[in-house]
């Protein structure tokens, strides 16, 4: 599966943000989409998850037309989102926000398995699974919304900036899962400011500045120079 | 001693009747922010359904108990319209809804004089219900006692539903962050269209019980609805646990304030202090405690 963007514009009321971006997942692997702040990454991913309607071009799931989809038919079809900002249902206990994505899940049986694969891969959520995710830390609270992603079984992962104000050394334990995520066939579309791990992570990568894709290449750590060029002009 | 045991079964009897009226609002209004002030004609429809359902099966003691579910039911279908019809195109626009749902309220109000005529009809309360019993040493009417033991079943059936089911922790999920709700696979259309199926069917429950304690007409909710709001308001947005302490707080405080002066006196002195508590606290008894936004 992957999901495309043809010819996207898109913004918030009379300030257009995207300018004519085209981007595709890979059917595997990681997709880094690099850029300084306000560069448009966040719109783009909005866009792509159905939270902004373009307004003009296409976004394309598998080939066929997922522009007027709302979001959680998108979840349905296999297009999970982990956004900006470590967000959760704080009010729901760490528990209750893996359930609530497990209760989609056919047949029922099934839902609390799922929760438990969540916590495995996770270890640190387990010790607060009755907290209320408002008062957990940044990093737990950041593992939350990346297992509460993941319970949907998806065959592409979006992430925002997962490792934005993350404490060193969580940020390892979710670089690791999002690398051992793509490994394991689930394609991710990694966006990041943190350059090193978004390279080394992604088969390809893209960078965006105001609002266009003015550079795209493989990955690895050898594009480095390559991206530090493009996201200085 | 004998006088302030007796306020306090006043007050109880007060907050419970508050409580009922507004619970179905605290959903409504609490939970997704909707002004709805046609609740209180839904209050009324409830009410009617107890008068129908009474006309037709004949005896006052079943018929009460079948116009609960039944009520339910008729509460709920016109909340399903209205959200439908109505709100739906509104949501986040209170004005507007606070506007448009003020008039289905008028249209809702004549409709029932086109159909049951303009004067209070007479809904007969059971034989079992009849009758009074000794509370704390003052003399209870069993009718009142009935309705806490409504207002128990209905609270606790929303509490259990909102913190143990998949459609309580959805409601509460889309109550938090619409937009997290929508992207982790939950469709919030759906959901707010349910809530607003609860809320006002709830209101319907609330109309039958309100035929023990007085009269019938096509006004009826018009008296309870400033009530209702005042008790969301008080009890915090979106906290149903607010709601309960905020109802029979403001039950207590209207007995007792009533002891020293009349029944007028006391509803003014307590949107006095309402208004004035709001100044202190403008988020109510209980507000979401959180380390983040979301």
């Not at chain 1, 793509?182 to 080394?200: K, P, Y």
């Not at chain 2, 909707?34 to 008068?51: D, L, Q, R, S």
């Not at chain 2, 116009?67 to 195109?89: D, K, N, S, Y």
């Not at chain 2, 007969?124 to 040493?137: D, F, Y």
């Amino acid at each position: 599966m992957t999901l495309e963007l043809v010819g996207v514009d898109a913004g918030y009321g009379r300030t257009q943000v995207l300018r004519d971006v085209n981007l595709a997942s890979e059917p595997e692997g990681v997709v880094a989409v690099l850029g300084h702040n306000g560069a448009g990454k966040t719109t783009l991913v909005r866009t792509a998850v159905g939270l902004l309607r373009p307004t003009r071009g296409q976004v394309l799931w598998d080939g066929e037309d997922i522009t007027s989809l709302a979001p959680h038919k998108r979840v349905a079809r296999g297009l999970a989102y982990v956004p900006q900002g470590q967000q959760s249902f704080g009010q729901l206990t760490t528990t209750e926000n893996l359930q609530l994505v497990a209760d989609r899940a056919r047949p029922r049986a099934r839902r609390a398995a799922l929760v438990d694969a969540a916590m495995e891969r996770f270890p640190a959520l387990t010790a607060v699974a009755t907290r209320k995710a408002g008062l957990l830390s940044g990093g737990q609270r950041q593992q939350l919304a990346i297992a509460r992603a993941l319970i949907t079984e998806p065959k592409l992962l979006v992430l925002d900036e997962p490792t934005e104000g993350i404490q060193p050394s969580v940020v390892a334990e979710i670089e690791a899962a999002v690398t051992d995520l793509a490994s394991s066939g689930t394609a991710v579309l990694l966006v990041e400011q943190h350059v090193g791990f978004a390279l080394a992570a992604a088969a390809r990568y893209a960078v965006l500045a105001s609002g266009r894709v003015v550079s795209t290449g493989a990955g690895g750590r050898e594009a480095h120079a390559g991206v530090r060029e493009a996201l200085t002009i | 001693m004998d006088v302030i045991g007796s306020q306090l079964v006043a007050g109880v009897s007060i907050g419970s009747v508050l409580l009922l009226v507004a619970i179905g609002l605290s959903l409504t209004f609490g939970q997704m922010g909707v002004i709805n002030m046609a609740h209180g004609e839904f209050i009324m429809a409830g009410a009617y359904t107890a008068y129908v359902v009474q006309q037709i099966l004949g005896d006052a003691g079943l018929s009460l108990l079948v116009a609960l579910p039944v009520a339910f039911a008729v509460g709920g279908a016109l909340g399903a319209l209205l959200e439908q019809l109505l709100v739906r195109h509104m949501y986040h626009r209170p004005l507007d809804t606070l506007l448009a749902t003020f008039g289905v309220s008028l249209v809702l109000q004549q409709l029932a004089r086109d159909i049951f005529g303009a004067p209070a009809v007479d809904v007969r309360t059971p034989s079992w219900l009849q009758g009074n019993v000794e509370v704390l040493g003052t003399v209870v009417p069993w009718t009142r006692l009935f309705i806490l033991g409504v207002v128990v079943v209905a609270v606790g059936g929303l509490a259990l539903l909102l913190t143990t089911t998949a459609l309580g922790r959805r409601i509460r999920a889309v109550v938090l962050n619409r937009q997290l709700a929508e992207t982790s696979g939950i469709s919030t259309r759906a959901t707010d269209r349910l809530t607003f199926v609860i809320g006002s069917g709830l209101a319907g429950v609330a109309g039958v019980v309100l035929t023990l304690v007085g009269s019938t007409g096509p006004t009826l909710g018009t008296g309870y609805i400033v009530d209702a709001f005042l008790v969301v308001v008080a009890g915090g947005i979106g906290q149903i646990r607010g709601a309960v302490l905020a109802a029979f707080g403001l039950g207590l405080l209207q007995a007792f304030v009533e002891l020293s002066t009349t029944a007028s006196i006391a509803k003014f002195l307590i949107l006095v202090i309402v208004v004035a508590f709001l100044q202190v606290r403008p988020q109510g008894l209980f507000t979401v405690r959180t380390r983040s936004l979301a």
